[in-house]
C-alpha cells in the first residue's frame, strides 16, 4: 500500500511563504502524475497544481504565478512552494499520486493564511 505523508503547513502572514512537502513510500516514477488539491470550509475541492511523470506541470488559475511545483525524485517527494501567501489560500492540502490502478491521497495538512 502506497503512503504519502504531507509536510510544511502551517500558519503564516499573508505575504509570506511556505514549501510543503509530499514524500512517497514508492519510486515516484511509478507514478504517471502527482499534485495537490485544496479544500477550505464550505468550498469545493480545487486543483492546486500537478506534475507528470515527464514533468509537465500545471496549475490553478487562482495561484499561477505564486505557486510551484517540483519533484525530488531520489527522494521520493514531491514539493509545493507557495509564495506570496493570501488570506484565500487558507484550506487544508492533500497530496495524490495516480497509478493505473488509482488514485493515493495522503493525509492532508493545514495552511492558514492571516491578514
Known amino acids: 500500500q502506497v503512503q504519502l505523508v504531507e509536510s510544511g503547513g502551517g500558519l503564516v502572514q499573508a505575504g509570506g511563504s511556505l514549501r510543503l512537502s509530499c514524500a512517497a513510500s514508492?519510486?515516484?516514477?511509478?507514478?504517471?502524475?502527482m499534485g495537490w488539491y485544496r479544500q477550505a470550509p464550505g468550498k469545493q475541492r480545487e486543483l492546486v497544481a500537478l506534475i507528470t511523470r515527464g514533468d509537465y506541470t500545471n496549475y490553478g488559475d487562482s495561484v499561477k504565478g505564486r505557486f510551484t511545483i517540483s519533484r525530488d525524485n531520489a527522494k521520493n517527494t514531491v514539493y509545493l512552494q507557495a509564495n506570496n501567501l493570501k488570506p484565500e489560500d487558507t484550506a487544508i492540502y492533500s497530496c495524490?499520486?495516480?497509478?493505473?490502478?488509482?488514485?493515493?491521497w495522503g493525509q492532508g495538512t493545514q495552511v492558514t493564511v492571516s491578514s
Open positions: 514508492a519510486n515516484i516514477f511509478s507514478f504517471s502524475a
Open positions: 495524490y499520486a495516480d497509478r493505473s490502478a488509482g488514485r493515493y
